[in-house]
T-cell receptor, first 118, second 117 residues
Framework: AQTVTQSQPEMSVQEAETVTLSCTYD???????LFWYKQPPSRQMILVIR??????QNATENRFSVNFQKAAKSFSLKISDSQLGDTAMYFC???????????????FGKGTKLTVNP | DAGVIQSPRHEVTEMGQEVTLRCKPI?????LFWYRQTMMRGLELLIY????????DSGMPEDRFSAKMPNASFSTLKIQPSEPRDSAVYFC???????????????FGNGTRLTVT
């Protein structure tokens, strides 16, 4: 079974600075997908960024980027120019690839609570 | 699109009572997932459906939990009888196509916070 570990329960950063959230996972699969979701106080789960395991290039979405190290099974999220609205819980998630196009589920880490201070 | 709609947003009930949580997925989405979120265990998948058919219910904690999807636009999660340890936030999520995929990730509802006293 796949597991996802987020070793930082809480982090804080000053507005406009950069912060990195760590995520490691355990799997025997070779082809899979990784995601970061954001959960603000409103409780809604919002997809931030996603990465395909077979792609070596790290995904980037505006101020959000990832550092994907497949051999190390590491998938960290970097937030640049942090904004107050980035304050939220951040969840790392893993999904294995089904070659038959079947249903797959997301396995989540326990989350990192990020606070952006003014 | 209104997104995934869950009701109620909050539910407070007494131990032993029946609780029904409701979900309306995004129109056109073929897969629906029920997750439970607690501080101790994080987000856990309870069950998911593909084309209204349950695919994996291995996460359902016990027989007190049941889920149905009578049609493509509605699903329920029922707990009978409820217990204090069922207190959690329950999320419904949907995706387009054959379950969640890279190109069709999960879209979550706002969750139902359940408190069982």
């Amino acid at each position: 079974a796949q597991t996802v570990t987020q070793s930082q329960p809480e982090m804080s950063v000053q507005e406009a600075e950069t912060v990195t959230l760590s995520c490691t996972y355990d799997t025997s699969e070779n082809n899979y997908y990784l995601f970061w979701y954001k959960q603000p106080p409103s409780r809604q789960m919002i997809l931030v960024i996603r990465q395909e395991a077979y792609k070596q290039q790290n995904a980037t979405e505006n101020r959000f980027s990832v550092n994907f190290q497949k051999a190390a099974k590491s998938f960290s999220l970097k937030i640049s120019d942090s904004q107050l609205g980035d304050t939220a819980m951040y969840f790392c998630a893993f999904m294995k690839h089904d070659i038959w196009g079947g249903s797959e589920k997301l396995v989540f880490g326990k989350g990192t609570k990020l606070t952006v201070n003014p | 699109d209104a997104g995934v709609i869950q009701s109620p947003r909050h539910e407070v009930t007494e131990m032993g009572q029946e609780v029904t949580l409701r979900c309306k997925p995004i129109s056109g989405h073929n897969s629906l997932f029920w997750y439970r979120q607690t501080m101790m265990r994080g987000l856990e998948l309870l069950i998911y459906f593909n084309n209204n058919v349950p695919i994996d219910d291995s996460g359902m904690p016990e027989d007190r939990f049941s889920a149905k999807m009578p049609n493509a636009s509605f699903s329920t999660l029922k707990i009978q009888p409820s217990e204090p340890r069922d207190s959690a936030v329950y999320f419904c999520a949907s995706s387009l196509g054959q379950g969640a995929t890279y190109n069709s990730p999960l879209h979550f509802g706002n969750g139902t916070r359940l408190t069982v006293t």
